[in-house]
């Protein structure tokens, strides 16, 4: 089982920035994919920001040239620094990492940060 810790959500204005950040239990590197979702009230959840095996982050392009991911190997976290923040991204956050076949396999979640932008 994974566990995924996330910190740094919270209330700003629009056009503000926060940094998210998730820390997991486990070495990032058993992680063919790491990364940042979001769940807006009674939408579904959408892929935000995402970090592939080959290590070229891939955006929505909803959020193309204001958010940037980021893995920092030596502490196990992955961080989301968004800028420029719209009302509309008000949501909860959450980290997901779909885990190697060589380490069990298996996509987990982080319990979710609430992110809240006023307009």
């Known amino acids: 089982q994974v566990q995924f810790v996330e910190s740094g959500g919270g209330l700003v204005q629009a056009g503000g920035s926060l940094r998210l950040s998730c820390t997991a239990f486990e070495s990032t590197v058993r992680f063919n994919q790491i990364g940042w979702y979001r769940q807006a009230p009674g939408k579904q959840r959408d892929m935000i920001a995402i970090?592939?095996?080959?290590?070229?982050?891939i955006y929505a392009d909803s959020v193309k040239g204001r958010f940037t991911v980021s893995v920092d190997v030596a502490y196990n976290t992955v961080n989301l620094q968004m800028n420029s923040l719209k009302p509309e991204e008000t949501a909860i956050y959450y980290c997901n990492g779909v885990r190697s076949i060589s380490w069990g396999g298996g996509a987990y979640w982080g319990q979710g940060i609430n992110v809240t932008v006023s307009s």
């Open positions: 970090i592939p095996a080959d290590g070229n982050a």
